[in-house]
């Protein structure tokens, strides 16, 4: 199974757990629903994949846990367990930082590519994006498909971020056309 198709898999499941009220803004969306944080998690989890020790990223840059780089330094350890509540914290506070900028009301899979995306390229760039400006005049499809122009580190074109960014790019879309 791959990635897309493991998030696909999370909304067809049935649920034990009674259903979470979906807020009408897509503000929170994410952190403030159990789907919504676990799509999230598994899609960004899926893509920065999990180091316990930290490494320099591909454009030097020191890394730990799911991508994390903030005060990361050489030698630095991590648990799982404090990787997986940092990636929880994190997605919360990109998805706040983006809702700053991100004034439209998005689907669930559409918002979870979004902070995917942002939490990968920054929220300073993901606000000044045009990606953001066509979401926010109500382009949501045009906004899903500035997702795969994202795909550079260091200049270059990097094959990884090409297909993280396709695989954003059909959640997002498909966000869209379900309404989900």
């Known amino acids: 199974m791959n990635l897309l198709d493991f998030i ?8 034990k757990v009674a259903p979470v009220k979906t807020p009408k803004t897509s503000k929170g969306l994410i952190a403030g629903t159990a789907a919504g944080m676990a799509m999230t998690v598994a899609l960004i989890g899926g893509w920065e994949g999990l180091s316990l020790t930290a490494y320099p990223d591909i454009v030097g840059v020191w890394t730990i846990c799911y991508g994390e780089t903030d005060g990361v ?5 991590a648990t799982k367990a404090e990787c ?3 990636l929880a914290k994190q997605i919360a506070a990109y998805e706040a930082r983006l809702d700053k900028c991100l004034t439209a009301t ?5 918002k979870a590519a979004f902070v995917s995306w942002s939490y990968n390229v920054g929220t300073g760039a993901a606000c000044s994006s045009t990606l953001v400006k ?5 382009d949501l499809r045009g906004a899903c498909n500035e997702l795969p122009k994202w795909n ?3 200049g270059k074109v990097v094959r990884g971020l090409t297909n993280r960014r396709e695989a954003e790019r059909q959640l997002c ?3 869209v056309r379900e309404g989900v």
Do not use: C, I, Q
């Not at 330094?73 to 350890?77: A, M, Q, S, V």
């Open 8 to 15: 696909r898999s999370l909304f067809s499941r049935p649920s």
């Open 73 to 77: 330094r050489k030698g630095d350890k």
């Open 84 to 86: 997986d509540s940092m």
């Open 106 to 110: 998005v689907p669930m899979k559409t």
């Open 134 to 138: 066509k979401a926010n005049a109500g």
């Open 152 to 154: 550079r580190a260091g």
């Open 173 to 175: 879309l498909e966000g």
